[in-house]
């Protein structure tokens, strides 16, 4: 590292995941693009000395900087704020780039002076990811239209957080939200794109995604709970009529994956009741002629039912993702 101003600054929040972080900075040491600082966020991590321990071939490499537990909000925001550089791009600490992530993104940014954000592609990896293990992030979660504050909020377009943004773009936006410790990119995206920041979809896979049992990205129920607290807080914000009707729209559909997350764990623990209640709730939305047919089966045969998805799924986790 030198004195002179980098390109870029790479944030790296740790907690909880010091068996791969040296993974991370590996990918970090392979990069194409050189001209970049390296700022490693401690966010109280319970395993400290181990964490220090893994990054010791590193140290020469990175700004290492310790802090109180904050979540994944306050470390990356601890980050922003030490960064020295214009640019600043997430990578999460159990996540992994492609040599050419800074190349490529940067080149984007550098091309695309009206954009204030620029997002990749990534490739789901690791034993969490279950079916969507070597699928691409925008093939799971496909995007349709430009990543404006309406197809965010709808779902037409969903935003990866291992972006690449100008440092004074998230400023200007008040950084991350520190009181959310879940879904807080989403409000960040969101809250961008409402105030007329562009953010730029790049459909080159970038990144590898590690989907982890436990990790915060696995329980998709509560990921939904996490983005109906985002929308309420806007609501508690005030917005346009407009603005209300899509945010009341949006809260309804989490409620509703709610419902089928919870129903379908419901089914695999063989609680019929509470199955039947979620799932019966979620089918009068979501219109799937598969889940029809497994409450058909749920209040005809439950037995069979319970049978064929545990010979079929051995572990709840398999069946839920």
């Known amino acids: 590292m030198t004195g002179a101003q980098p390109a870029v600054s790479v944030i790296v929040p740790c907690y909880k995941v010091t068996e791969y972080v040296p993974e991370a900075l590996d990918s970090l040491r392979a990069q194409t693009f050189r001209d970049f600082e390296t700022i490693v966020v401690n966010d109280g991590c319970p395993d400290t000395a181990n964490l220090e321990r893994a990054l010791e071939p590193y140290r020469g490499e990175i700004v290492y900087l310790t802090q109180e537990n904050a979540g994944l909000a306050g470390a990356r925001n601890t980050g922003i704020r030490a960064a020295r550089a214009p640019l600043v791009a997430f990578l999460d600490s159990d996540d992994i780039w492609e040599p050419n992530y800074l190349e490529v993104q940067t080149a984007l940014l550098a091309a695309h002076p009206e954009a204030g954000v620029v997002y990749p592609n990534a490739i789901f990896f690791g034993p969490g990811a279950s079916t969507w293990s070597g699928r691409a992030f925008q093939e799971m979660l496909p995007s349709s239209g430009e990543p404006t504050f309406e197809n965010i ?36 995206w ?23 049992v436990g990790s915060l990205s696995d329980d998709r129920a509560d990921l939904a709970r996490a983005a109906i607290r985002v929308y309420r807080k806007m609501l508690d914000a005030g917005v346009s009529a407009g603005e209300r009707r899509l945010l009341e729209k949006a809260i309804e559909a989490q409620e509703v994956l709610i419902d089928f997350r919870l129903g379908r764990k419901a089914l695999y623990a063989g609680d019929r009741e509470e199955a039947l209640r979620r799932l019966t709730r979620a089918a009068g939305s979501l219109r799937n002629y598969r889940l029809r047919a497994a409450i058909l089966m749920l209040r005809v045969c439950p037995g069979l039912l319970h049978r064929l998805i545990h010979r079929r799924y051995p572990t709840e986790h398999l069946f839920l993702h």
């Open 153 to 188: 909020l709808t779902g037409k377009c969903s935003v990866f957080v291992g972006a690449t943004a100008r440092r004074q773009t998230l400023l200007d936006a008040g950084l991350f939200d520190a009181s959310l410790r879940s879904a807080e990119d989403l409000d960040l």
């Open 190 to 212: 969101l809250r961008l794109t409402r105030s007329g920041v562009k953010l730029l979809r790049n459909r080159q896979p970038l990144a590898r995604y590690r989907l982890r």
